[in-house]
T-cell receptor, first 113, second 116 residues
Framework: GNSVTQMEGPVTLSEEAFLTINCTYT??????LFWYVQYPGEGLQLLLK?????DKGSNKGFEATYRKETTSFHLEKGSVQVSDSAVYFC????????????FGGGTRVLVKP | EAGVVQSPRYKIIEKKQPVAFWCNPI?????LYWYRQNLGQGPELLIR????????DSQLPKDRFSAERLKGVDSTLKIQPAELGDSAVYLC??????????????FGPGTRLTVL
């Protein structure tokens, strides 16, 4: 089956620190990969995505590269802000499997001033 | 443009009671999804609609859960009777659907259900 594993949180950082959240996946097929973010009290928002191997998704200073050889899609940001405090979800989608998003368990990130 | 609208935002009920959630997707979005998010976990798909047709309900516990999308727009998800283990956040999402590349899912804020 399809599954996503991401590092457990919480991850606590100081402002301007470097953030990495690891994400690996298993999939029967060729998935598209996503990072969603959930700010406190809000719904899930798409942060970035990549649809094929070696693609790099980027948005708001966050980046993730689709690594087929290591089945990974790690999220990085070079300098975090307090406003980046949220829960981050890695997810995969296989169109042939009906566009169902399969999510990881989420990683809570807390950025302190 | 309005996003996905869900109501209520919060619901507290006693076990064995019925409960219903409502979702209004983004205008023009043909595909609608219901997910359940347990505390500390990622969302899991319950059912997916293409217009008014439920095309994937394999994860919907059909003994107590039901859903409908009668006119291919709004949708309701019902639980009857609710059990303690149904406490979760119920998320609705929508996407344009149809042609390839129109599958980005937009999520509503969710309904947080607490069953006592």
């Amino acid at each position: 089956g399809n599954s996503v594993t991401q590092m457990e949180g919480p991850v606590t950082l100081s402002e301007e620190a470097f953030l990495t959240i690891n994400c690996t996946y298993t999939a029967t097929g060729y998935p598209s990969l996503f990072w969603y973010v959930q700010y406190p009290g809000e719904g899930l928002q798409l942060l970035l995505k990549a649809t094929k191997a070696d693609d790099k998704g980027s948005n708001k200073g966050f980046e993730a590269t689709y690594r087929k050889e290591t089945t990974s899609f790690h999220l990085e940001k070079g300098s975090v802000q307090v406003s980046d405090s949220a829960v981050y979800f890695c997810a995969l989608l296989i169109k042939a499997a009906g566009n169902k998003l399969t999510f990881g368990g989420g990683t809570r990130v807390l950025v302190k001033p | 443009e309005a996003g996905v609208v869900q109501s209520p935002r919060y619901k507290i009920i006693e076990k064995k009671q019925p409960v219903a959630f409502w979702c209004n997707p983004i205008s023009g979005h043909n595909t609608l999804y219901w997910y359940r998010q347990n505390l500390g976990q990622g969302p899991e798909l319950l059912i997916r609609y293409e217009n008014e047709e439920a095309v994937d309900d394999s994860q919907l516990p059909k003994d107590r859960f039901s859903a409908e999308r009668l006119k291919g727009v709004d949708s309701t998800l019902k639980i009857q009777p609710a059990e303690l283990g149904d406490s979760a956040v119920y998320l609705c999402a929508s996407s344009l659907g149809g042609l390839a590349g129109r599958d980005e899912q937009f999520f509503g804020p969710g309904t947080r259900l607490t069953v006592l």
